[in-house]
């Protein structure tokens, strides 16, 4: 029943940026973590990174140096600035939602694809 909502996805050339959105529902109440995942083609899906509100951000090392995960509690609304893409950054990018309780909720996915 919970509905999240991206954005942002698109075609962008190598070393370009792109800002992912998700927003979730304003009066969802008891998040605990906020995050991205990819599934480049024909693998599986990866952590990109995550946020949490009592231990901050986490990145996979592969995006650590370009990508910046942030959140805005009041929107319920988690972001991710990619900057300086590469083409093995193409991916469908999902946004997930872990609350204290319940089921956790993905995003519909976005895709990314970075040109060379």
């Known amino acids: 029943q919970v509905q999240l909502v991206e954005s942002g996805g698109g075609l962008v050339q190598t070393g370009g940026s792109l800002r992912l959105s998700c927003a979730a529902p304003g009066s969802l109440s008891g998040i605990r973590t906020m995050g991205w995942y990819r599934q480049p083609p024909g693998q599986q899906r990866e952590l990109v990174a995550v946020?949490?509100?009592?231990?901050?951000?986490t990145y996979a090392d592969s995006v650590k140096d370009r990508f910046t995960i942030s959140r805005d509690n009041s929107k319920n609304t988690v972001y991710l600035q990619m900057n300086s893409l590469k083409p093995e950054d193409t991916a469908v990018y999902y946004c997930k939602l872990s609350r204290n309780w319940g089921p956790d909720y993905w995003g519909q996915g976005t895709q990314v694809t970075v040109s060379s």
């Open positions: 946020i949490t509100s009592v231990l901050g951000a």
